[in-house]
């Protein structure tokens, strides 16, 4: 039986330290970048920075941008702190003169660079070692995957340990050794699915171009246009997977609360 009491799943907020580290990946060898990794970010500054801090330190091989986007936050601090590092050339930074909403949001940030395959991830979750190279993989275990999301504590059907739910609270082990876990365990597991989840997904720019960008019009708001994407790609031949070797967190009500 999986306790549902004890300590919640948390952000730490890096510290000025960690944000030297000459661990991070550095932006400007991210050269002939094949994926952009898409942030929208709105508030909640602890989990904002801990999510784009854990896409830096991650050990990955393919070559990527982050690309940040303030969508016109509330909290001038965390918007500082946004236009500082991103003149330390640690992501790419737009920002939105009005709030768009995630929809809106990530459309600007999948047009940016029309070659390229990319990655939403919300900027409540955090990720490790090298996770795109695991999700990038899975993408393209097959010629018309057109979406591939990792598993999570919250991520709906692809929740773990219960499906269906927001795992809020911590196990005996870290979220980081999930993930180590998985990928020896379910290492090359792909696994069909009828949607994505959005809080963490992958889409092939191949599959973008043939199906178009998520519909601002009936989801602007947010909520549900991943899923109204996969479908529109359904019809067209696309399929959709589950990766099975990743596991994200996601704290999750970022945007929505309890709504």
């Not at 904002?48 to 896409?55: G, R, T």
């Not at 059907?157 to 809020?168: A, C, D, H, L, V």
Request: glycine share 6%.
């Amino acid at each position: 039986e999986i306790s549902e009491t004890g300590p919640k799943r948390r952000a730490q907020l890096p510290s000025a330290n960690e944000w030297t580290s000459p661990l991070l990946h550095d932006r400007k060898c991210a050269k002939n970048a094949a994926i952009d990794v898409i942030i929208p970010v709105h508030g909640n500054r602890e989990a904002s920075l801990a999510c784009i801090h854990s896409v830096l330190r991650s050990n990955v091989c393919v070559p990527f941008d982050l690309v940040v986007i303030d969508d016109a936050s509330p909290a001038p601090t965390l918007a500082a702190e946004l236009k500082t590092l991103s003149q330390k050339n640690y992501f790419v930074l737009l920002s939105n003169d009005t709030n768009l909403g995630f929809v809106a949001s990530v459309n600007r940030g999948m047009e940016l660079h029309g070659d390229r395959d990319v990655v939403l991830l919300n900027s409540d979750t955090e990720v490790y070692t090298d996770w795109l190279d695991r999700l990038r993989a899975a993408a393209y275990e097959q010629p018309r995957i057109g979406t591939a999301t990792p598993l999570s504590n919250n991520a709906e059907i692809f929740s773990y340990p219960q499906i269906g739910k927001n795992n809020e609270h911590k196990i005996e082990i870290p979220d980081a050794e999930i993930d180590a876990l998985a990928a020896r365990v379910n290492a090359g597991c792909v696994i069909s699915a009828p949607t994505a989840v959005g809080f963490c997904v992958y889409l092939r720019r191949d599959c973008l171009k043939e199906v178009g960008l998520f519909d601002v019009a009936r989801f602007g708001r947010g909520y549900g246009e991943e899923n109204d994407f996969c479908l529109r790609a359904e019809r067209l031949g696309w399929k959709h997977v589950v990766a099975t070797n990743i596991f994200v967190r996601h704290l999750g009500g970022a945007s929505f609360g309890k709504e």
